[in-house]
């Protein structure tokens, strides 16, 4: 429904069935051991699935999203959107995507959550593509992004400042709110982004010490 949005050009549209796949994809595990489905079918790897279906929503249909919605300068628009698709195999293939304590090494993939801010702020294709470049060096680089759903370290407020940041960036697909309202969403929602940034920062320092 998002790719079928996406060609539409609606986009906003597209950011709404983005982010109820991101809010399956925070349940299906549960869902998946509570159901037992490793021991109702085990001939299926349900982690294999979550993958496939993960690339699709989280790089897959954003990069779609950021070409089609001229986010990025026409001449190197192609080349930008491959370097999203291929730094991001990098990341789903590895074998150490994750530390021990569920912090991800390297950029997690996340081109929804970048797609969802280019389409909001409008920067420019000049910073778009600045932007695309990088988080895909960023893949490669030997530092830390916080899960906001495994890590444990810093629950609750965590969970609380994920949920957070769900809302108010929920709120700003709705297109009536006045100047104002906007501001203060956006805000809140760079906010709290800027914080689990400073948190995967920190743990990457602690790394290094």
Do not use: C
């Amino acid at each position: 429904m998002a790719l079928l949005a996406v060609e539409q050009q609606q986009w906003r549209q597209a950011l709404l069935w983005l982010a109820a796949a991101l809010v399956v994809d925070g349940i299906d595990g549960p869902l998946a051991r509570w159901a037992r489905v490793t021991r109702r079918t085990p001939g299926i790897d349900g982690a294999t699935l979550d993958l496939v279906v993960d690339y699709l929503t989280y790089v897959f249909v954003p990069a779609v999203l950021i070409y089609r919605a001229g986010l990025l300068p026409a001449p190197a628009a192609l080349a930008l959107t491959a370097l999203i698709l291929l730094s991001s195999l990098y990341t789903f293939a590895r074998t150490d995507m994750k530390t021990e304590d569920n912090f991800f090494r390297g950029f997690p993939a996340a081109w929804n959550v970048v797609a969802f801010y280019l389409v909001l702020l409008q920067p420019g294709q000049i910073a778009g593509a600045i932007v695309v470049v990088a988080f895909s060096g960023l893949t490669f680089a030997p530092i830390h992004f916080i899960h906001p759903v495994r890590v444990r370290r810093y629950q609750p407020w965590l969970g609380a400042l994920t949920a957070l940041w769900g809302l108010a960036s929920l709120a700003l697909l709705w297109p009536g709110w006045s100047a104002p309202w906007m501001r203060a969403l956006l805000s809140l929602s760079l906010a709290v982004v800027a914080a689990l940034l400073a948190a995967g920062m920190l743990r990457s320092l602690q790394d290094e010490n």
